[in-house]
């Protein structure tokens, strides 16, 4: 079956512009994750979503990131008025539940690079 | 706050020369430890899940084991094609999220 999917795979922006990146999790999962993966750092927990609901917003950086989902499946990240140290690869992970027992399964990522 | 240390950074073994990666924790209620193998430009690929002390698992030429404090993830006779990097991650009981460490880089060479 398919896996998580993101697009788009690149994108390049400049300092300042908003983005919005996109998230497909396995059909049927219920808890999507957004992280981010900076050059030299472990992945950082940005956001999760259980069902169209986000019980946890613990990990996004500032008030310029916000995150959505609809209809218990695809879920967009926004970065308003991007900075430079924005730059990273943002990962989405999904699970059948948000429980321990359920692994999640990560999509192959969006490599941001604000300029 | 919950802490996951790895290491070594990085290791560079012989093909069919054993080793093991560490992982040790401090967190609060362990739910869950999991090891994720990362190859370059990839998301993480999972491969185990371990929830109490003692527990092994199994898979190829990988093995993990976890303690109260750390879990190792054994290595043997590796292959060229076992290098990635490998990350540790703990699902603990205040939060649904994952706590990554920073890995370590495994190079196998022939």
């Known amino acids: 079956g398919a896996g998580v999917s993101q697009s788009p795979s690149n994108k390049v922006t400049e300092k300042g512009k908003d983005v919005e990146l996109r998230c497909d999790p396995i059909?049927?999962?219920?808890?999507l994750y957004w992280y981010r993966q900076s050059l030299g750092q472990g992945l950082e927990f940005l956001i999760y979503f259980q069902g169209n609901s986000a019980p946890d917003k613990s990990g996004l950086p500032s008030d310029r990131f916000s995150a959505e989902r609809t209809g218990g499946s695809v879920s967009t990240l926004t970065i308003q008025r991007t900075q430079q140290e924005d730059s990273a690869v943002y990962l989405c992970?999904?699970?059948?539940?948000?429980?321990?027992?359920?692994?999640?399964?990560f999509g192959p990522g969006t490599r941001l690079t604000v300029l | 706050e919950d802490q996951v240390t790895q290491s070594p950074e990085a290791l560079r073994l012989q093909e069919g020369e054993s080793s093991s990666l560490n992982c040790s924790y401090t967190v609060s209620g362990l739910r869950g430890l999991f090891w994720y193998r990362q190859d370059p430009g990839k998301g993480p690929e999972f491969l185990f899940t371990l929830y109490s002390a003692g527990e092994e698992k199994e898979k190829e030429r990988l093995k993990a084991t976890l303690t109260k404090k750390e879990s190792f993830l054994h290595i043997t006779a590796p292959k060229p094609e076992d290098s990635a990097t490998y990350l540790c991650?703990?699902?603990?009981?205040?939060?649904?999220?994952?706590?990554f460490g920073t890995g370590t880089r495994l190079q196998v060479t022939l």
């Open positions: 992970a999904s699970s059948f539940s948000d429980s321990s027992y359920n692994e999640q399964f």
């Open positions: 991650a703990v699902h603990t009981g205040t939060a649904s999220k994952l706590t």
């Open positions: 059909s049927g999962h219920t808890a």
